[in-house]
């Protein structure tokens, strides 16, 4: 699964500032993501190969949609939307749904590029780190930018050891 560094998409360089640094791991743990998901089909995707749990891969991948779509749309731009795969009744719906079919495969790719593409754009043209948005729900519920991108790096750091091990249940692979 290693690929040449001339083969990986993720950013070679180093990246000035702050900001550019917060984007730029953002943006590799997302590839990261992507990667350890390459290759499978809709049942490798699907496998809870690390039982009991439920955790999968597509649940995963859902299960990032929904947490983009928390923190960039939700808490930074206010926006009231509802959760794309949990609900009131089942909140691991983004891993109890994740079931081996090109449609909840094609569906789970296209709401996390979507959630993805939304929060880009809302960091590129935020005017700095410090603007604020409100967590629902909790008192003291103001956030920063730069206190969400870190928060979003750490996620994605955590959930891609969790699909290292994933992957490596299903078919061998490691690395990236």
Known sequence: MFLPPEDD??????????????????????LTLELKCAGL????????SVPPSD???????????????HWFRKVLAGEDVPWLFRTDDDRDGAFSGALPHAAVVAQAWARWRGE??????????????????VIPGEEDGGVTLREVLVHMIEEYARHCGHADLIRERVDGKVGQ
């Open 9 to 30: 998409p993720r950013s070679q360089t180093s990246p000035v500032g702050e900001r550019e640094t917060l984007v730029d791991y953002l943006h590799a743990y997302r």
């Open 41 to 48: 089909d809709p049942d490798g995707l699907a496998c809870r």
């Open 55 to 69: 955790l999968s891969l597509l649940g995963l991948v859902r299960h990032m949609a929904d947490v983009e779509r």
């Open 116 to 133: 993805v593409a939304f929060a880009e754009q809302f960091v590129a043209e935020a005017a700095d780190l410090e603007i604020a948005g």
